[in-house]
């Protein structure tokens, strides 16, 4: 068999929390048995959106904050492929603000994870979207990435995970997946995945994190329900992880993107035959219908 | 002087020719049309430009209108001639106004002869050879909506033009039937008021009589839609877009377009995303393009810096207009080039076409995919305003000449002959083996930061200096590919022209009229800016004493590029520039090479 890319060794600090994530994603993959030349992860700008390097896998690299783009546009062009997103919390949050609005509508059938250390690890540590006030000098209210996506009225797939969970995490991967490769739209989860060098928070995050599941009236179909929710738990200075959002089950759901924009079977536009002979007579009548 | 606004007969303010005048032919026409933005100068245009075309004539118009919805001065002008034509003509020799203001823009370009007919509903005309007619009083009574005065315009215009009555009236009928029968009524209703109100004018009728031509076979089109069109040929089957003039009509075209070809047209949240996305459809293999303007280009430079470092095949159409910032956003300049030539941080190779026809752009759309796709590199289209919007005659899009080019793509038997994939992996003309995702046996890791032939991230620095070589040597390897130049004129005359884009449309025509004052021209057309043609500049230089460049922009940026490249002949080079958001009228360009002579 022809040698592709071998994985590299992961650039993280010895107990990173994206460790976790990394061996979590690769146990989900193979888990659901899907081919690696199938599986796509697209790498943000920072320490997590190092990730794609170290699979064996096609890994596509994007610019900062752009990463949702490129992703929309793989699987856009080839519904076939499994595809991630994967990067940090300054990437999605700040640089890549906009994208990750329109992801949520978008409603594309792709998986994005963003790893939250709530901080810029690889430039050394200083605050990002997600920091506490006080964190190096921070002044400005930390933006919560789950209330956000609840926010949003598209039948998509939400999630928050810790990296301390290594069970629940791959639990979640799993049902993200298979929420994507049904092609039933786009798919969140913010793992908490803590940076032990700029911003230690395991034991703060452990002590923390409160799993929604076991709140009373915790309802996933249910958006008011969640919002409140996570709003309580927020509010009593707890962390609320587990699954956020999932439409609910047989109800009719907004179909994924790609199967709006492609007919059912159509190979896309990465697989189509575009030499000129099969389409002859096609592009015949295009050419003559400009009068 | 004055008239009053209530006036509801058609006074003339010259002396009306005697009825037995015999009607003044005309090979070249050309009719402006002013009015407030929704008083519907351009289906007057479009009118005209209809039967017009029914009589074989060359057409070309073109439009000014202000970036809002309604209101505000808009013009289009129209330009038929029995020979082919890219450009407007010089002098305007009729125009019809809807209010006073398009009587004071519209008069500045009024050849010595033009007559003026315009709207008295509202206004006055000091100008001579001017007819007033209560177009929106009249139709508003009779019709009983005053926004029918347009087509009442037309009407009193194929008057004056000595238009067949029947072919007048099929014109409306092929425009309206698909409004409705209400539609049509109405609109053949208001042609009637106008064809009555002219006729009423002793003298008026068949005043100019518009020859017959022979381009029968012609279509009318402009250049996005050729960009369009050549993009569905091309094998293009993925493009984003965010809606900006003069570039959206690409996009509008292919959401009709692509569908039928498993194509997807995404209207994207930003340009930062419109052109991500297309970077992520081309590394899953399809054949993308996305198209702009200045503004969205500007976001854009940091998407196609990233598609030259990863070697991503993407195609990007820039409809330039006027800059910078948001600049005019309808009016027409060529102030891109030194932006796109050096466009992003760092050094990576990428090509810019430039089309000058909308069959040019068409053809050089399915180059652009073609020379992406094998030299894995951005392609840029270079367009202008009034080459994206202006609309004109043009042979026919065909098949004739068109093939793909797919490069280096691997198959799965390819595959199988191999024992190692690298997807830049080093070779001798810089262009690398590719296996889009998905293909069974093997994965691609591809990135923007510098990186091995496997795609890892390296900071080597033996790697580091194969690896800009590889990538460089591209605007090298490539140059076969690429687009040749075009000449026009008289081989051996000793007076250049260099012009490219929709300039070739006034420079062509000033070339003629030149040639009739004794004042030979060789004229070469690049269609290739980036890499700068040296090998064609070099001996097109050579063989001249001057050479005028001729650009819409203030600090002659294709004039600069030429001295970067062939710098001996730096002291040939003349400017003609104009940056007033217009496009060129050949007196611009005859004036100065006559005062050269």
Known sequence: MVQSAKPTQPIWCPGCGDFALLACVKKAAAELKIPTHELVLVGGIGCSGSIHNFLEINGLHALHGRLLAQAVGVKLANPNLTVFAAGGDGDGYAIGMGHFMHAFKKNVSILYIVMNNETYGLTKGQPSPTSQIGFEGNIEKPFDAILTALSIPAPNFIARTFSGDPKTLTAVLKEALEFNRAHRGFAFIEDLSPCVTYNDTYKLWRERVVDVSKLPGYDASDRKAMFRLCMEAMDSGKIPIGVMHRPPEGAPLDPALETRVLPAGALGPARADIEIEPNRAAYAKLLHSVA | ?597
């Open chain 2, 1 to 597: 002087m004055t008239t009053p606004a209530s006036r509801t007969e058609a006074i003339s303010t010259e002396p009306i020719p005697s009825p037995g005048t015999p009607p003044k032919r005309l090979a070249d026409i050309s009719v402006m049309i002013g009015g407030q933005g929704g008083d519907g100068t351009l289906t007057v245009s479009d009118l005209l430009g209809r039967y017009f075309r029914k009589l074989g004539l060359y057409v070309y118009t073109s439009r000014n209108v202000l970036s809002r919805i309604r209101g505000g001065h808009a013009d289009a002008s129209i330009r038929a001639s029995c020979q082919p034509i890219l450009s407007i003509k010089p002098d305007v020799d009729i125009l019809m106004a809807f209010d006073e203001q398009a009587i004071e823009i519209g008069r500045s370009e009024l050849g010595p002869e033009g007559i003026v007919l315009y709207d008295s509903t509202g206004s006055a005309a000091d100008v001579p050879q001017a007819y007033g007619f209560p177009f929106a009083t009249l139709v508003g009574g009779q019709v009983g909506q005053p926004i029918y005065k347009n087509t009442a315009a037309y009407g009193a215009l194929s008057v004056l033009l000595g238009f067949d009555p029947v072919m007048t009236r099929q014109v409306i009928e092929e425009r309206f039937t698909r409004r409705g029968e209400e539609a049509l009524a109405k609109n053949l209703k208001a042609l009637e008021i106008g064809r009555q109100a002219a006729l009423s004018v002793p003298g008026l009728a068949d005043r100019w009589h518009v020859e017959s031509g022979e381009a029968h076979d012609q279509i009318l089109t402009i250049g996005n839609q050729g960009v369009a069109l050549g993009f569905v040929v091309g094998g293009g089957r993925f493009f984003a877009g965010y809606p900006i003039t003069p570039a959206t009509e690409v996009m509008e075209y292919l959401q009709r377009y692509l569908p039928a070809f498993q194509g997807v047209v995404r209207q994207a949240e930003d340009e930062l995303a419109a052109i991500n996305m297309i970077i992520g459809a081309a590394y899953a293999g399809a054949r993308v393009m996305t198209s702009t303007s200045g503004p969205g280009l500007s976001l854009m430079t940091e998407g196609i810096g990233h598609a030259g470092a990863a070697e991503i095949p993407i195609v990007i159409a820039d409809c330039a207009r006027v800059g910078p910032s948001t600049g005019q956003p309808t009016r027409h300049e060529q102030s891109d080039l030194a932006h796109l030539a050096n466009l992003g941080h760092g050094e990576f190779p990428r090509f810019i076409l430039a089309p000058a026809t909308p069959l040019e752009c068409f053809q050089l759309t399915v180059d652009a995919l073609n020379i992406a796709d094998k030299w894995r590199a951005p392609v840029i289209l270079l367009l202008d305003q009034a080459l994206c919007q202006n609309t004109t005659t043009s042979p026919p899009y065909d098949l004739d000449g068109i093939h793909m080019v797919r490069g280096k793509r691997l198959s799965g038997a390819d595959l199988e002959k191999m024992t190692e994939y690298k997807g830049y992996a080093f070779t001798a003309d810089s262009g690398s083996p590719i296996a889009p995702p998905g293909t069974p046996g093997v994965w691609s890791q591809v990135t923007g930061n510098e990186h091995d032939e496997w795609g890892h991230v390296s900071v080597n620095r033996e790697n580091r200096l194969k690896m800009m070589a590889k990538r460089m040597g591209k605007m090298v390897t490539a140059v076969p590919d690429l687009p040749a130049g075009k000449y026009f004129g008289e081989p051996h005359a000793r007076i250049g022209i260099i012009g490219y884009g929709s300039t070739i449309g006034p420079i062509l025509e000033a070339q003629e009229r030149l040639k009739t004052r004794g004042i030979r021209t060789r004229f070469y057309q690049p269609r290739t800016l980036w890499p700068v043609p040296g090998h064609e500049l070099d001996p097109f230089l050579h063989g001249v004493d001057v050479a005028y460049v001729v650009e819409n922009n203030y600090t002659g940026q294709f004039a600069r590029l030429i001295r970067e490249t062939v710098p001996w002949h730096h002291a040939k080079l003349r400017s003609i520039l104009r940056y007033d958001g217009l496009s060129f009228r050949s007196p611009d360009i005859i004036r100065p090479i006559t005062e050269g002579v």
